[in-house]
Nanobody, 119 residues
Framework: VQLVESGGGLVQPGGSLRLSCSAS????????MSWYRQAPGKERELVAS????????NYKDSVKGRFTISRDNAKNTVWLQMNSLKPEDKAVYYC?????????????WGQGTQVTVSS
């Protein structure tokens, strides 16, 4: 399983970024996908998730209305569109999938992409 994030960077408050996660090594279309983030000194937290067929999404309260998670199963890619960014959104953002193999659940993570919101 490989998850490769991209799209992070430095943006001013109120700006936008679009994160991408390219997945391989598993049947992407059959798994829910998630974005997490971890700020310095804080625990990793769930930001958004999307079901395998994109029929349902879920968001952390503080990002509702600003962030949108989406996916394209033909491209094995999941995105996180982040609008109206705030300084408190600064964190390393990680793509996540929990894959079932041999009856066991394994959590896989990408390398992370840094998002910095600052003027």
């Amino acid at each position: 399983v490989q998850l490769v994030e991209s799209g992070g960077g430095l943006v001013q408050p109120g700006g936008s970024l679009r994160l991408s996660c390219s997945a391989s090594g598993f049947t992407f279309s059959t798994y829910d996908m998630s974005w997490y983030r971890q700020a310095p000194g804080k625990e990793r937290e769930l930001v958004a998730s999307i079901t395998s067929a994109a029929s349902s999404t879920n968001y952390k309260d503080s990002v509702k209305g600003r962030f949108t998670i989406s996916r394209d199963n033909a491209k094995n890619t999941v995105w996180l569109q982040m609008n109206s960014l705030k300084p408190e959104d600064k964190a390393v953002y990680y793509c996540n999938v929990n894959v079932i193999r041999h009856g066991l659940r394994f959590a896989y993570w990408g390398q992370g992409t840094q998002v910095t919101v600052s003027s």
